[in-house]
């Protein structure tokens, strides 16, 4: 016997929901019918019916509607918002057959959103390029209208799910994009079909910090009180979490150090410096590497930080080389337009395509060669966080402080020259290119503390 008859996904507009519905919609047996309660449309916008029945006949009796739901092949359902018929809210969360998928997202930046669609017009967005930029106007009482509307709701739902002993499957607007998370969900709802890829219909909108979205920050940052409660001062991250990559670690044998490469990195000249203390271990599994660990009581781990600039433009070498980018290449070239044969150019422009790109706006996937530091930095920690994060124009005294303090000598280190490869960045160089590193990698600069790199 099914798990679940029907679902209803409890969600408000802005907080990702078409995306989980192109998500739930992908899962074989799976059909989720829209908003299939909105006052002002029957499912989706420029539809005159939803399963035979009428905009006016839903309206006459949402029951009607919701019972047809249910009673459709397969798991169906759809969603609701706070502002949705309330008729038939009662029948969805009373009912256990009916799976609960509540939708979350910070209140701030759904009701920033929602101001800039408004203003655009734009709900949904399929490619970076075709997107209207907008500023919102920040309205304190329009914002405090905006959380009790959410707040209320929200509430509703939460009593009415502890009162019957019901629960719900919880997703917050960053878990959406994650596959993970999702063939979770799809196992909740007790659906065989598993997702192999995400959507690549839909993408956010308005992945910039939150103060570079309305014309007013300062007004907002005193509505608020100056006081953080929705992590106004978080910079919004789409990227995809990730594995930390255990087979690159490079650890000494029998002398406590371990090597966490964040790519690309100087990982000859690291090696050939831990070869001068014993030998060098690599293709670890986290098994080994937790047998590693428990062999070396007092162990130091490290990874080391480039010039977000300066590894963009190493990144994007090895993109124009690599035979495994080729299909990237591409792309770059038909969707794009890029004109990757200017070196100059064409990495700017193509650093003006990462921020769009790291913020989740393109149809391509991102490589951990060009994901930002503080990504892969959070990735790594998964395993264990590093003892010291090491900074490439200090290389050799950061070395020497990590074997002292693991109680070794401190070997001579041949520092490579980091602005290495077929085309030198120095050669290239452009002040724009400053600031298409600071808009692309803006969680690097702020909480690594990186200036420019020509400063």
């Not at 047996?29 to 908003?35: F, L, N, S, Y």
């Not at 070396?296 to 990144?315: D, E, I, K, N």
């Not at 402080?401 to 490579?416: I, K, Q």
Request: hydrophobic share 40%; glycine share 6%.
């Amino acid at each position: 016997m099914a798990r679940f008859d029907s679902f209803v996904i409890l969600a408000a507009m802005r907080t990702g929901s078409n995306l989980l519905e192109a998500a739930l919609n992908a899962l074989a047996g799976v059909t989720c019918h829209g908003e299939a309660f909105n006052p002002a449309l029957i499912g989706y916008p420029k539809r005159d019916t939803l399963l035979g029945m009428s905009l006016a006949e839903r309206d006459a009796d949402p029951l009607v509607l919701w019972q047809r739901i249910g009673a459709e092949p397969g798991l169906n359902g759809c969603r609701y918002f706070p502002d949705h018929d309330p008729r038939v809210l009662g029948a969805m969360l009373d009912d256990p057959r009916c799976a609960k998928i509540v939708l979350n997202r910070n209140p701030l930046e759904s009701y920033i959103s929602l101001k800039i669609a408004r203003a655009t017009g734009q709900w949904r967005l399929a490619d970076a390029r075709h997107r209207i930029a907008a500023l919102a106007k920040f309205d304190a009482a329009e914002y405090a209208a905006h959380l009790e509307t959410l707040q209320q709701f929200q509430l509703r739902v939460l009593h009415a799910l502890q009162t019957s002993g019901q629960t719900a499957f919880y997703l917050d607007y960053e878990d959406v994009p994650d596959l993970s998370v999702l063939n979770g969900l799809a196992q909740w709802l007790g659906v065989e079909a598993r997702l192999d890829t995400l959507s690549s219909k839909l993408v956010p909108q308005n992945p910039e910090p939150l103060e570079d979205k309305v014309s007013n920050p300062a007004a907002m940052e005193a509505a608020l009180s100056r006081l953080d409660h929705f992590n106004l001062a978080r910079t919004p991250n789409f990227e995809p979490r990730r594995g930390p990559n255990v087979p690159g670690f490079m650890a000494l044998r029998g002398g406590g150090l371990l090597f966490m490469p964040i790519r690309p990195a100087p990982d000859a000249a690291i090696r050939a410096w831990l070869e001068q203390l014993g030998e060098v271990e690599d293709g670890f599994s986290q098994k080994t590497l937790r047998q590693w660990k428990r062999r070396h009581p007092g162990h130091r781990s490290f990874t080391v930080l480039r010039h977000p600039l300066l590894r963009a433009h190493q990144a994007f070498c090895t993109l124009l080389e690599a035979p495994s980018f080729e299909e990237t290449r591409r792309v770059l070239t038909k969707s794009y337009k890029m004109k990757l044969d200017d070196h100059g150019p064409a990495f700017l422009a193509w650093l003006r395509w990462l921020k769009p790109h790291l913020g989740g706006q393109t149809k391509l996937p991102v490589q951990p060669l060009w994901a930002s530091q503080s990504n892969m930095v959070q990735s790594i920690s998964q395993i264990g966080a590093p003892d010291l994060l090491a900074r490439e124009d200090r290389l050799a005294e950061d070395l020497a402080y990590l074997a002292g303090a693991a109680g070794l000598e401190t070997p001579a280190f041949t520092a490579p020259d980091p602005d290495s490869g077929p085309v030198k960045l120095a050669d290239i160089w452009q002040p724009e290119m400053e600031k298409a590193a600071r808009e692309a990698y803006p969680r690097d600069f702020l909480q690594f503390g990186f200036g420019d790199w020509r400063a």
